[in-house]
């Protein structure tokens, strides 16, 4: 059965800290693995990941996937405390369902 | 529309009542999901529509829930006879549909369902 297992469950910073978010995951047949930012309700879109070692960047967040060793990381520079909100990194195997962790919240104090 | 819209944002029921919840896909989006979200959990899957067709609902979690998109495009998740554990955030995402890797799902903001 697939499965995302995401760490730490909870992290408290300042502003101006760098954190790193761990996601890893088992799967049958990957197909991507994706990381959503989730303030209130709806999960926000920020990356999607296929290809191992390839960076995404987007201003003060990048993301990298390590397929052999079967994780992710998201990380956040110089955090604000608008990046306060849970990060999800569901994967998407076989079927056309993502498959969830329970996500880490951040919490980026000024 | 610009983004996944749903309504009602919240609904509170009373045990035992009907309740529909509804979904706006992006418009053109071919698929079209269905999550449950508990307090303090992540989203787990319910239901999925490539158009018409519900061609997964593996995550339903028991007959009390049913899910249709009868036009391809709007859908409905119907809970019958609610109970206390049903109260949960219900997502629903829609995407292209295009075969492959890449399809990205876009979520609406749920609808907070809470069951006294």
């Known amino acids: 059965e697939d499965k995302v297992v995401q760490s730490p469950l909870s992290l408290v910073v300042h502003e101006g800290d760098t954190v790193t978010l761990n996601c890893s995951y088992e799967v049958t047949n990957f197909r991507s693995l994706l990381w959503y930012k989730q303030e209130k309700k709806a999960p926000t879109f920020l990356f999607m990941l296929t290809s191992s070692g390839i960076e995404k960047k987007s201003g003060r967040l990048s993301s990298i996937l390590d397929k052999k060793e079967l994780f992710s990381i998201l990380n956040i520079t110089a955090t604000q405390t608008g990046d306060s909100a849970v990060y999800l990194c569901p994967i998407r195997g076989g079927s056309e369902k993502l498959v969830f962790g329970k996500g880490t919240k951040l919490t980026v104090n000024p | 529309g610009a983004g996944v819209s749903q309504s009602p944002r919240y609904k509170v029921a009373k045990r035992g009542q009907d309740v529909a919840l509804r979904c706006d896909p992006i418009s053109g989006h071919v698929s079209l999901f269905w999550y449950q979200q508990a307090l303090g959990q992540g989203p787990e899957f319910l239901t999925y529509?490539?158009?018409?067709?519900?061609?997964?609902k593996s995550g339903l979690p028991s007959d009390r829930f049913f899910a249709e998109r009868p036009e391809g495009s709007v859908s409905t998740l119907k809970i019958q006879r609610t109970q206390q554990e049903d109260s949960a955030v219900y997502l629903c995402a829609s995407s292209t549909g295009l075969a492959g890797r890449t399809d990205t799902q876009y979520f609406g903001p749920g609808t907070r369902l809470t069951v006294l």
């Open positions: 529509f490539q158009n018409e067709a519900q061609l997964d």
